[in-house]
């Protein structure tokens, strides 16, 4: 069961916990206007590998790695299912922690053979770093040109499953850092026992210039980098809605 990869990182430290060996697959359904791999769109291209291929790479360095794991990032890994669970079965063979870095657009809970795959993803599975790029359906079409409604549905499902969740959201001046959504997202996230960690991250134009390479028009062009100093306030809204969600769940 090979794997469509992009590539590999030897030493990834903002991949979810410790020091870790982070695989990019290619392939994307998702158009965010921030993305910074335009590059892993397309469902073609990479290179095909092996999961005892990629596995190998791991154990080369894998004494740095004694607190970290590997981690499936992208593109999105969910659109190659089968990939992962042969590459994760080796991993937790091995004692080794997996973690997965998704937008959860390939979530369809309607797909029965799709769910039952996933269960089974699941079951070899630590962490997800679920990234939710907007709470609002239509701010997020417009920022990514797919729905949210079956990316907050995985949140859900990851619940139901207890899987560790981190969540991830970017914070765009003038389109994702407007409060009252920011504290709808705490709310909604709030509700989950499986949540871990909250991950905000500033806004940056550092992809520009793939853009610019690719000759893919940049949809934020003149759009500021994030001031990473209000990225702190943008993210006490957000742990706002989380407490008010939690503190409601206490009473009943």
Not at 150 to 158: D, E, M, N, P, V
Not at 212 to 223: C, T
Not at 226 to 240: F, P, Q, S, T
Request: a negative charge; hydrophobic letters at 35%.
């Amino acid at each position: 069961m090979q794997g469509r990869i992009h590539s590999l990182e030897s030493f990834g430290t903002v991949d979810g916990p410790g020091t870790r060996f982070v695989v990019f697959v290619q392939g994307c359904p998702m158009r965010c206007a921030y993305c910074h791999n335009p590059d892993t769109w397309a469902m073609t291209g990479g290179t095909m590998m092996e999961p005892e291929e990629i596995f190998e790479q791991y154990k080369r360095n894998k004494d740095f790695y004694k607190n970290g794991g590997i981690t499936v990032t992208g593109g999105e890994p969910l659109m190659q299912v089968d990939f992962l669970i042969s590459l994760f079965t080796i991993a937790k063979e091995n004692n080794v922690h997996t973690c997965i870095d998704s937008s959860g657009i390939a979530f369809k809970p309607d797909n029965g053979p799709f769910i039952e795959k996933l269960d089974k993803l699941m079951a070899l599975t630590d962490l997800v770093m679920l990234d939710i790029k907007h709470i609002d359906p239509e701010k997020h079409k417009e920022l990514t040109g797919q729905p949210n409604d079956g990316i907050l549905a995985f949140a859900s499902y990851l619940n139901k499953r207890h899987v560790d969740m981190w969540i991830r959201h970017v914070i765009v001046p003038g389109i994702t850092d407007q409060e009252d959504d920011l504290f709808k997202l705490g709310y909604f996230i709030g509700q989950f026992s499986n949540l871990k960690a909250l991950d905000v991250l500033p806004y940056h134009t550092m992809g520009e210039s793939k853009y610019e390479k690719l000759a893919i028009p940049y949809k934020l062009a003149g759009v500021p980098a994030m001031d990473k100093n209000k990225v702190v306030e943008k993210k006490a809204v957000i742990l706002n809605g989380i407490r008010q969600r939690r503190e409601e769940q206490a009473k009943h």
